[in-house]
């Protein structure tokens, strides 16, 4: 049985993640509004880039939230 602090922290950092990850859509729409509107190919490949950097962490926020729920859910 997991303590009520542990799990209230638990909590909070499942909260906190998940506007994490709001803020890495937004900045990933940031990216895919910029590499189309870029002229330079160049810039256009950075910008794509980084939006397959940002799909990549969102990701593993994503396991990460699962876990920590998993591990509330348990207890």
Known sequence: MIDPEARLLR???????KAEQ?????????H???????DDLEV???HA???DLINQLEARFGTVLEALQAQIDKN
């Open 11 to 17: 909590e909070m950092k499942i909260e906190n993640m």
């Open 22 to 30: 709001e803020y890495l859509r937004v900045l990933r729409n940031s």
């Open 32 to 38: 895919l509004q910029w590499m189309n509107g870029a």
């Open 44 to 46: 256009r490949a950075l």
């Open 49 to 51: 880039d980084i939006v």
